[in-house]
C-alpha cells in the first residue's frame, strides 16, 4: 500500500488534538523509517514535542537532538527546546 506523506501528517495531527501523542508517534516513526534525513529535521521535531507530551522527557531530549543534527540552521527551536532540557540526564542511574 502506498502512503501520502502529507495525508499521514493529517492523521498524526489529528491524533495529537485528539490527546493521544502515543499513536502521533507510530504515525511519524512510520514516516521516518528509512529517511536518514528525518525530513530535514521535521519528523524528529514532530517525535520531540510528542514524547514531551507524554512527559517521557529522556525521548524528548534525544528526538530534538536528532532534529538538531539534521537541520541546524533550520531547527533553532529544537536546540533551544534540547537546552530547556539540560537537566535531563542518567546521573541517578549511575551511582
Not at 528509512?34 to 529522556?58: F, M, P, T, W
Not at 531547527?75 to 533551544?80: K, S, V
Amino acid at each position: 500500500m502506498k502512503y501520502d506523506f502529507n495525508k499521514l501528517e493529517e492523521k498524526a495531527k489529528e491524533l495529537l488534538d485528539a490527546g493521544l501523542p502515543h499513536d502521533a508517534i507510530k504515525v511519524y516513526l512510520f514516516m521516518a523509517d528509512g529517511d536518514q534525513s528525518l525530513d530535514g529535521g521535521y519528523l524528529a521535531q514532530r517525535i520531540a514535542q510528542c514524547y514531551e507530551q507524554l512527559k517521557d522527557v529522556h525521548a524528548a531530549k534525544y528526538w530534538y537532538g536528532r532534529a538538531v543534527e539534521e537541520n541546524p540552521e533550520v531547527r533553532i527551536d529544537c536546540a533551544e527546546a534540547r537546552k530547556r532540557l539540560d537537566f535531563v540526564t542518567i546521573d541517578d542511574l549511575l551511582k
